[in-house]
Structure formats: structure tokens, C-alpha cells
């Protein structure tokens, strides 16, 4: 089992940069497939970068070339660099931890992108 807590989040205008980090409690990152997740008022949750076991990565056509996952495997934490913002791309950002038998959410961070 694993627990996930999202930060990072917060307000920027259009163009600027944030990066929200995932700290995972009670087992390592390094078995599950770690993704990132948003919801934005009115839509379904989608998915936005996910980070397999593996380290392969990929990520949804609309954040591709301005969004990076990664991981730090010793600090337990998985990490998404966006740049580039858009107003399109508020909404409540989750971390997801999954693999078979186990599927974790966190709280979610509020983005807010202002044009």
C-alpha cells in the first residue's frame, strides 16, 4: 500500500512555470506506475504524464513538449515540470500510484493559469 500527497500548486499567468511534486509513504515508487492526473470544472479527470516502473514515460498530445514527469527514486517522490502554461491547462492536478491490486490517490493541487 502506498500513500501519495501532492504540492506545488498555485497561480501563475499564461507562459509561466510551475512543478508539482508527489511524496509516496509506505512503499516505493519504483513498483507502481506513477501518473499525473487533472480534472477541470465541469470535465472528466484525464490523464496527463504517467512514469512506468520501467522509466518509460508519455504524456497526452496537449501537454507534450511542455510537460516533464520524472522520479526520484531514493526521495520517493515523482515530480511534473510544466512550462509553457496555458489557461487551458487549469484544473485540480492528482497523483495516481497503480499497479495490480493497488490504485492510490492523492488530495489534488489547485492550478490556476490566468491569461
Known amino acids: 500500500q502506498v500513500q501519495v500527497v501532492e504540492s506545488g500548486g498555485g497561480s501563475v499567468q499564461s507562459g509561466g512555470s510551475l512543478r508539482l511534486s508527489c511524496a509516496a509513504s509506505?512503499?516505493?515508487?519504483?513498483?507502481?506506475?506513477m501518473g499525473w492526473y487533472r480534472q477541470a470544472p465541469g470535465k472528466q479527470r484525464e490523464l496527463v504524464a504517467r512514469?512506468?516502473?520501467?522509466?518509460?514515460?508519455n504524456y497526452v498530445d496537449s501537454v507534450k513538449g511542455r510537460y516533464t514527469i520524472s522520479r526520484d527514486i531514493a526521495k520517493n517522490t515523482v515530480y511534473l515540470q510544466m512550462n509553457s502554461l496555458k489557461p487551458e491547462d487549469t484544473a485540480v492536478y492528482y497523483c495516481?500510484?497503480?499497479?495490480?491490486?493497488?490504485?492510490?490517490w492523492g488530495q489534488g493541487t489547485q492550478v490556476t493559469v490566468s491569461s
Open positions: 495516481n500510484a497503480y499497479k495490480f491490486g493497488g490504485d492510490y
Open positions: 509506505g512503499s516505493g515508487i519504483i513498483t507502481y506506475r
Open positions: 512514469i512506468f516502473s520501467t522509466g518509460i514515460t
